[in-house]
Structures are given as structure tokens and as C-alpha cells.
């Protein structure tokens, strides 16, 4: 923030939400909310200045500040970005956390309220949706987080923005391991993707098959197998100077999913293991079974 410029409290904090229609955004918005942050739906990018200006000058202890952004013109991503560098400018730290899902999940999510895509006009859904991520596309690679909601219930999303939010004296990294079966597809939002198909699969033990990697039973097999433990030591080397980059660079939030065939066996008992092994001080590993109870 320039000398002369007073316009912003003192590392103001800001979180724009946006992403894909349908992906989470108002799930996202309700979380912040409940945690204390002053939240504006559906600002157009042209006001995200006027917005900050405002409320900054209406209370200089004023609340952390959320917006949440949706497309409504070809010009988003330039006006989007504009806005980002002025509110920099005048001190703001936006982050952006773009709300993903796949084109299936999106097309079930509509359908099952019975509304228009807001980009569809005369046409189909899935047009609408196309259009969408076209526009966005750019925005996306550019986020500070990536949230794909594709097969999360709304508990596992609230559960990844909270963890984004943090606190203040909180870890400086956030990992995210994230267990999922490949038949239902690989995250969108995985930083790093890791196979354990290599496993002997416990579903075809009859004693095993009706347990999950969260029981002992089924852990306990899991990691006994031969190179099951190689491997969370070597993965567990290879993250140390990964995180000593990420701390470096100032990235908070990372996903490292762990896929198996369904999600309920190998990936959920590595994914288990392998977070528990990498929470320490500096760092906060979260789990999430994004596919466990689907089959």
C-alpha cells in the first residue's frame, strides 16, 4: 500500500469465491460466514473495489471481507483481474478460491433442481456449462485454490474451505490428503496423484471386503503388504523438500490424493497413515475420503 494511500485496514484480508455455476460457491460462502467473515454474494467484478473501499472506510476493525464472484460477461476475466491488481494496490491480500466440479456432476446438479445454466440462453445445459468453463478457464489455473466438489457432500467441503481459512497463528501449510476411487474419476483439484493399485486388494478377501481402510482390520493388512511401507517412506522423503518449497514460496493449501479402485480400501488406509505422519508443527494434514460409502 502506497504512503498516501489509507484506503484499506492494515493487511486487510479478502477472499473472493467463484468458479463454476452449480460447483459450491453458496456451500463456501455459508462456511466463511459461520466463521466470521463479512461475505457479499453475487458482486460483479467492476465492484470489487467500490465494495472494499466502502466497507473499509465505513469501520477501520471491520470483519475479514468475502465475495463471491460468478460469471455474467466475456469481459470477466479481464474486469476480474483489474479489480485483483487495484484492490492489491490499496493494500487488500485477495486470494481466490475457484469452485470445481466436472461437467457430469454440474449437468446432475441442475437437472436435479430443475434450473437453467445461467449461460445456457436458448440452448442445452451442457452448452451453458462449456461456455462457462471457457471463460473461466484462464481464472482457474490462476486461483489460489482449487476446489473440486465433484464427489464431496457438503460436510467434506466445508470441512477443505475451513481449512483454507485457518487462523492466523495456525500451520503455515495445509495439506489435504484426499482418498478416491479411480473407477469414479481423479480429482480435479490434486496437486500430486498417487496409485495404489499396486496392492493386493482386500475386496477380494471375503473377511475384508465389507470393512473400510479407517478399520484396523483392513489398515493393518493394508500396510503389512509387500512395499506398502517402501512406498510411505519414500513418499514421505519426497514431501519433505516439496514442503520446504511450498513454505518457501508462501503456498498454504495442498492436495495429495491417493487413489485406489473404489476409495475404501488401499487409498483410505495409505491416505490415513500418510497424514497422520505428515502433521507436525509447520504443517496440518487434513483427511478427506471423498469416495468411502459409495460403492
Not at 21 to 46: C, F, H, K, M
Not at 254 to 270: D, F, I, P, Q
Amino acid at each position: 500500500m502506497s504512503e498516501n494511500d489509507e484506503s484499506a485496514p492494515r493487511s486487510a484480508e479478502l477472499i473472493v469465491v467463484t468458479g463454476m455455476s452449480g460447483a459450491g460457491r453458496t456451500t463456501a460462502a455459508n462456511v466463511l460466514e459461520d466463521r466470521g467473515w463479512y461475505v457479499i454474494d453475487n458482486l460483479p467484478p467492476q465492484l470489487l473495489v467500490s465494495m472494499a473501499d466502502l466497507i473499509a472506510r465505513d469501520d477501520e476493525t471491520m470483519p475479514k471481507l468475502a465475495a463471491v464472484v460468478d460469471v455474467r460477461s466475456r469481459t470477466f476475466f479481464s474486469d476480474f483481474q483489474v479489480g485483483l491488481d487495484h484492490l492489491r494496490d490499496k493494500g487488500w491480500q485477495p486470494s481466490v478460491v475457484f469452485m470445481d466440479a466436472t461437467d457430469e456432476a454440474l449437468v446432475r446438479r441442475f437437472e436435479s433442481v430443475r434450473r437453467p445454466h445461467p449461460l445456457q440462453g436458448e440452448g442445452r445445459l451442457l452448452e451453458g456449462i462449456i461456455r462457462e468453463r471457457e471463460i473461466l478457464r484462464d481464472l482457474r489455473s490462476n486461483a489460489d485454490m482449487l476446489i473440486d466438489t465433484s464427489g464431496l457432500n457438503v460436510h467434506q467441503l466445508s470441512a477443505k474451505v475451513r481449512e483454507f481459512i485457518g487462523g492466523d497463528d495456525g500451520p503455515a501449510l495445509r495439506i489435504a490428503v484426499l482418498s478416491f476411487g479411480f473407477k469414479y474419476g481423479i480429482p480435479l483439484d490434486a496437486d500430486l496423484v498417487f496409485d495404489m493399485r499396486f496392492l493386493p486388494n482386500p475386496f477380494w478377501n471375503p473377511q475384508l471386503r465389507p470393512h473400510t481402510g479407517r478399520e484396523a482390520v483392513v489398515a493393518d493388512y493394508v500396510l503389512a503388504q509387500p512395499g506398502a511401507q517402501e512406498f510411505l517412506h519414500g513418499t514421505l522423503e519426497l514431501m519433505k523438500p516439496m514442503i520446504a518449497g511450498y513454505l518457501r514460496e508462501g503456498r498454504s493449501y495442498v492436495t495429495l490424493a491417493v487413489g485406489c479402485t473404489g476409495g475404501k480400501h488401499r487409498s483410505v488406509a495409505m491416505a490415513e497413515a500418510l497424514a497422520t505422519r505428515l502433521d507436525h508443527e509447520d504443517v496440518h494434514a487434513l483427511v478427506v475420503h471423498r469416495d468411502l460409502g459409495r460403492e
